[in-house]
């Protein structure tokens, strides 16, 4: 810092926010908006974001504005701000219009340091008056991804937020977010005309965290067994797609003699903000939760967050499991999925093209991708997190970071791009008309009724598959979606709730210009069995799509 903000700026963070060093950029960070500079910064979850805004509004003349997208958010860092002392307050949805009025003379008052506002309120022609006529020491646009459609989180009301540079040319503009690709963050700089500001990004590493992904078999016991065996008595966060998985999932969490309580965006809100300061104050309790719980929640000690469904993209599973071990200490990000996990998320990015743009639901597909890409991988995990984030390797050597299950597997990685070419063929020769269950069926040589009723007991493909068992083809199954092999369509034959078809990418695999590798343990492999060695090349009667 310079020599003459090195004072006050260390004598605040020690009284105020009860810190004798600063972490990383902060210092850099806060020097140049307290200067009155502009800038965009990614900085990790648990990095210390907060301060780099805070700190800077209360060492500069004027209110400070923090522009949140959540109601949750704002109310639980301006409660930590009111007790270390800071004059702060928020303005949100939730509060009674007398409330809000009352706000707003304070604001005029100047009896403010800070003010978070929901960025629908800063855009009324009210409140616009009301910054007119009040001296700002910054504007924080706090989870700025929000303001890109490239972004994981696109907010339309975040688009509008243009208007600042325009209005208040002199306050200073700082951008936060922890986490946003290349492109993301050139269209975050645009979209705040902060083509002049600088950016600082932090490393995207959390050293302290071991992440672990693996394939879901029956997804509450897993957990249960993950808990108990690995974080008895420990706070942790369960995070699931559904608001009925999560009270189905604290409820059978408790029946089991783990602590849970729940927490999603339909329940009332005394029962929610109940269930967050338990969470919060208490020791040994696990939030299962969908992913409206966790912005801006400092809890120092959550031991590990869990996924019991896949999020959308890479950027939130960092986000959310960025969430643990926010204290240094080791932590766990644990995740199960399968096959219905791709699906879902597929069919939810293609059930929006009305609403969205190609280009965009192109983006959120390859984000999809990306984070199916991290969960198939057999290299580590945390290098292809980094790459992710455009974070080159410390050192030309560094591949494997020790501390993640692609790292720590003692399974070796094995060659199984034939029984990946027999799943394709099979799917292909069945017409593209059944799912997963019944092309394993087929494989496995299995004699079934329906199998019979179809003729597919005299396919070539029939019996092809008996070196792995029926977990091992699922494993392969699962391994062709994510990685854009197979797709799943229409059901055209009765039955099934899918079909698996072929994409045009399927062709390179089949001609064997492609190769599969797949972490497969020996309880993956059938015993020895007598092969047949069909023709595995596909017949010119199916198209591939």
């Known amino acids: 810092m310079t020599a003459h903000l090195t004072a006050p700026a260390r004598t605040l963070l020690k009284e105020i926010f009860g810190y004798s060093e600063f972490r990383g ?3 850099e960070i806060i020097t140049h908006v307290v200067n009155g500079g502009h800038c965009l910064v990614l900085m990790p979850t648990g990095g210390g974001k907060s301060l780099c805004y805070q700190l800077p509004a209360l060492l500069r003349n004027g209110v ?32 009674v219009p007398e409330a ?36 700002i020491s910054l504007f924080a646009i706090d989870e700025a991804h929000c303001v890109s459609q490239w972004g994981h989180d696109f907010r339309p009301e975040y688009g509008r937020l243009s208007v600042l540079p325009q209005q208040f040319p002199q306050v200073p503009r700082i951008a936060l977010t922890a986490s946003a690709d290349a492109r993301t963050r050139a269209d975050i700089l645009r979209c705040l005309d902060l083509h002049q500001a600088r950016t600082f990004i932090s490393s995207f590493d959390r050293p302290n965290l071991c992440y672990r992904i693996t394939a879901r078999s029956n997804g509450r016991m897993q957990l249960l067994n993950f808990i108990r065996n690995q974080h008895p008595g420990e706070a942790g966060i369960v995070y699931c797609q559904s608001r009925r998985k999560v009270e189905e999932t604290a409820a ?33 309790w696990v939030m299962v939760a969908t992913s409206a719980f966790g912005l801006g929640i400092d809890k120092p000690d959550v031991r590990f967050v869990a996924h019991l469904d896949l999020p959308k993209s890479i950027e939130s599973y960092y986000q959310e ?74 050192s030309s050597d560094e591949s494997a970071c020790g501390n993640c299950d692609a790292c720590l597997a003692t399974v070796p990685v094995q060659d199984v791009t034939i029984a990946a070419q027999k799943a394709l063929s099979c799917a292909y ?23 019979r009723q179809w003729g597919h007991d005299r396919i070539s493909t029939f019996g092809i598959g008996c070196e792995l068992s029926s977990e091992g083809w699922r494993i392969v199954f699962r391994h062709l979606l994510a990685l854009g092999y197979l797709i799943a369509g229409e059901d055209r034959a009765g039955g099934e709730r899918i079909a698996l078809q072929l994409t045009p ?32 090349s596909a017949p010119d009667r199916c198209e591939i799509r």
């Open 25 to 27: 950029q902060q210092a």
């Open 100 to 135: 809000a009025e009352a706000v707003e003379q304070k604001m005029l008052a100047g009896e403010y340091d800070l003010v978070y506002v929901a960025p629908e309120r800063l855009l009324t022609a009210r409140f616009h008056a009301l910054l007119q006529r009040i001296a």
């Open 252 to 284: 059978w969490l408790n029946t089991n003699q783990i602590p849970a309580l729940a927490y999603h965006a339909g329940m009332e809100a005394p029962v929610r903000t109940r269930h967050q300061k338990k969470f919060l104050q208490q020791t040994g």
């Open 505 to 536: 990418a399927a062709r390179n695999l089949l001609r064997g210009e492609i190769r599969v590798k797949l972490r497969l343990s020996s309880r993956h492999h059938a015993p020895p069995h007598r092969q047949a060695h069909p023709d595995l």
């Open 64 to 95: 400070g504005i923090v522009i949140s997208p959540l109601i949750a958010l704002m109310e639980n860092q301006v409660a930590v701000l009111r007790e270390r002392g800071v004059r702060a307050a928020y303005l949100n949805s939730a509060l």
């Open 321 to 394: 499991t960025g969430r643990a071990g926010r204290d240094g200490l080791p932590a766990n990000a644990w995740m199960v999925y399968g096959p219905g996990d791709i699906i879902r998320l597929r069919s939810q990015i293609e059930s929006a093209t009305e609403q969205r743009s190609i280009l965009v639901r192109q983006a959120a597909t390859t984000r999809l991708d990306a984070l199916l890409a991290l969960c198939e991988t057999t290299m580590c995990r945390r290098r292809s997190l980094l790459d992710y984030f455009g974070e080159p390797p410390a």
């Open 429 to 451: 020769r069945t017409g593209q008309c059944f799912g997963t269950e019944y092309l394993i069926d087929i494989l496995t040589g299995k004699q079934t009724d329906r199998i």
